[in-house]
């Protein structure tokens, strides 16, 4: 894999996504020695943790102009503009503008919980089209619950991953009662498609915390937001076991890449037809929070 590439929802153009410390994900998941790194020391908690702390210091502010540039971050879309963040990390969950992200307000609607590149898969199947020959999702290790994994047998996954350049709050995509939040431990691999293509495990191997959203027409939906390398902590903002707005925050992700997962029932929902395709093709598509993803099934 020499470079990732999506699909630009508005357009509907391929284009070809900038990644920071593009060299040094390659050299960790595809590179022998870059291998023996990545599972001695990168995917290790400390490492996350100690560099989680360092944007968190009034110095790791200068990292922020140049980011802002390198990436073309739209800073329009801020509350505040880029001199007025007391840290990398303030500035990395940085608040929108509500005119910002309109949310899709039609009644039988599912939208997009965050910003980034989603995968939908029908049946939780087809993943072959997107990672590499061979691979199952296994709901049985991503929730650690029987339960639940037989609820959501022959349900639809989506997987919305955040780059850096992303906006990193993620927010609720129906409205419903939403549960406490569990916590699963777990490692810190990265979850750039340069890791996740041939590493699907990465998903129930990262540390990951999920809830259920329960909805008045589409059932039960779960929400899992995965950890990744560099993801200094996941923070839960939401009241639990509360009734949520269609859109309201949930929480949000310090510095890193990171993964939101939606489960949703079986023929609860339709996806809509444009993200199925270009998963089918094998690519990623942009999507904002607030966006039409599904069509709640009657």
Same mark, same amino acid.
Not at 7 to 22: A, F, M, N, W, Y
């Given at each position: ?27 960790? +998941?595809?590179? @022998? ?9 990168? %995917? ?20 922020? /102009? ?31 503008? /509500?005119?910002?992200? /309109? ?9 997009? @919980? ?21 691979? *199952? ?6 929730? *650690? ?5 037989? %609820? ?35 490692? +810190? ?13 990465? +998903? ?13 027409? =589409? ?16 923070? *839960?903002?939401?009241? @639990? ?27 609860? =929902? *339709? ?28």
């Amino acid at each position: 894999m020499d470079y990732i590439e999506y699909i630009d929802r508005e357009s509907g153009q391929l284009q070809k996504e900038t990644v920071p410390g593009e060299g040094w994900l390659k050299w960790l +998941y595809h590179n @022998p020695l870059g291998k023996l790194a990545l599972h001695g020391i990168v %995917k290790r908690k400390f490492i996350s943790k100690w560099y989680g702390k360092k944007m968190d210091t009034a110095d790791s502010k200068a990292k922020i /102009p140049g980011f802002v540039k390198d990436l073309g971050i739209d800073m329009d879309e801020a509350t505040r503009p880029v001199e007025d963040y007391d840290s990398f990390n303030d500035f990395f969950i940085r608040e929108l503008k /509500p005119e910002a992200r /309109p949310i899709d307000n039609a009644p039988d609607s599912i939208v997009s @919980p965050a910003d980034g590149k989603i995968l939908a898969f029908e049946n939780i199947r087809g993943l072959d089209s997107f990672f590499v020959k061979g691979q *199952q999702f296994s709901l049985d290790k991503f929730l *650690q619950n029987s339960m639940l994994s037989n %609820k959501y047998e022959g349900g639809t996954l989506l997987i919305i991953r955040l780059a850096p350049v992303d906006y990193h709050r993620f927010h609720f995509p129906a409205e419903g009662k939403a549960s406490a939040s569990t916590l699963i431990n777990g490692e +810190y691999f990265s979850v750039s498609p340069y890791a996740v293509k041939n590493m699907l495990n990465v +998903y129930w191997e990262n540390k990951r915390e999920y809830s259920i959203l329960k909805t008045p027409a =589409a059932g039960d939906i779960l929400l899992c937001e995965v950890g990744a390398t560099m993801v200094g902590s996941i923070e *839960q903002t939401y009241t @639990p076991d509360s009734d949520v707005k269609k859109g309201q925050e949930k929480g949000w992700f310090k510095f890193g890449g990171s993964t939101v997962i939606m489960l949703l029932e079986k023929d609860k =929902a *339709q996806i809509d037809a444009d993200i199925l395709a270009n998963t089918g093709n094998g690519f990623e598509t942009s999507v904002k929070i607030g966006v039409h993803i599904a069509t709640i099934r009657a």
